[in-house]
């Protein structure tokens, strides 16, 4: 059974910062291309940042260029985003999304809120 625990999402000012974590269990995490989508009120779900499955290459959206940084630790089943120097406009629920070929599974989300 293919289950996530997504943490690290809360409250902050901007200019702030937050680590969002995903763990994952129930496929071969280390298989798979991770990626992490938002949704903000309103608008459709973008993606935001995507990693490789060995973590050897990244892509980030040009809205979080130099501000975010995804990571994974695949011993254990983790990926990471780090964001710093956060904005008003980063506000939504962030998603961590596992991609292999014709698989995906998503988690449940976790809501950032930047605010002053």
């Known amino acids: 059974q293919v289950q996530f625990v997504e943490s690290g999402g809360g409250l902050v000012q901007p200019g702030g910062s937050l680590r969002l974590s995903c763990a994952a269990s129930g496929f071969t995490f280390s298989s798979y291309r991770m990626n992490w989508y938002r949704q903000a009120p309103g608008k459709e779900r973008e993606l935001v940042a995507t990693?490789?499955?060995?973590?050897?290459?990244?892509y980030y959206a040009d809205s979080v260029k130099g501000r975010f940084t995804i990571s994974r630790d695949n011993a254990k089943n983790t990926v990471y985003l780090q964001m710093n120097s956060l904005r008003p406009e980063d506000t939504g629920v962030y998603y961590c999304?596992?991609?292999?070929?014709?698989?995906?599974?998503w988690g449940q989300g976790t809501q950032v809120t930047v605010s002053s």
């Open positions: 999304e596992a991609a292999w070929s014709a698989y995906d599974y």
């Open positions: 990693i490789t499955s060995a973590g050897g290459s990244s």
